[in-house]
């Protein structure tokens, strides 16, 4: 297996994606997504599963900023990858965000010689009160 071709596939895949988002272009968010995708996001429900329900996440997305360059902005992706299974990680800068505000993993698949993202999880951290209840 060559680390590297996988690599690059796989970032092809998540890049395509972003400039999917970045366009609005609902058909290239949903391509090289699994039937079966399976989708935690910040906002509720708690979780997606299935093309149809990752849509209307998307939808949802699109109702609170349209379609720019700087809408949804990876930074500093990592993407570790076997012959068949890869994950890769990401900061997101989103809405026009000078700096990253919400955290990205996405879960793949080889399936037919092609990635496919299975899983996707989107994270922000929540600041703690500095006190401490007891």
């Given at each position: ?57 998307w ?19 990592r ?11 990401a ?14 993993t ?9 990635w ?14 500095s006190?401490?209840?007891?």
């Amino acid at each position: 297996m060559d680390t590297n071709a996988e690599k690059s596939d796989i970032e092809r895949v998540i890049r395509s994606w972003e400039r999917a988002i970045q366009r609005g272009d609902m058909e290239g968010i949903l391509a090289n997504h699994s039937e079966s995708v399976l989708m935690f996001d910040v906002p509720e429900p708690l979780q997606s599963e299935g093309l149809d329900a990752y849509r209307k996440t998307w939808e949802l997305f699109f109702r609170y900023g349209a379609p720019d360059r700087e809408v949804f902005v990876l930074e500093d992706l990592r993407i570790t990858a076997g012959d068949n299974v890869a994950f890769a990680t990401a900061l997101l800068r989103i809405g026009g965000s000078s700096e990253p505000v919400c955290r990205l993993t996405l879960g793949l698949t080889k399936r037919n010689g092609a990635w496919q993202i299975v899983h996707e999880h989107h994270s922000a951290p929540h600041k703690l009160n500095s006190e401490v209840s007891q």
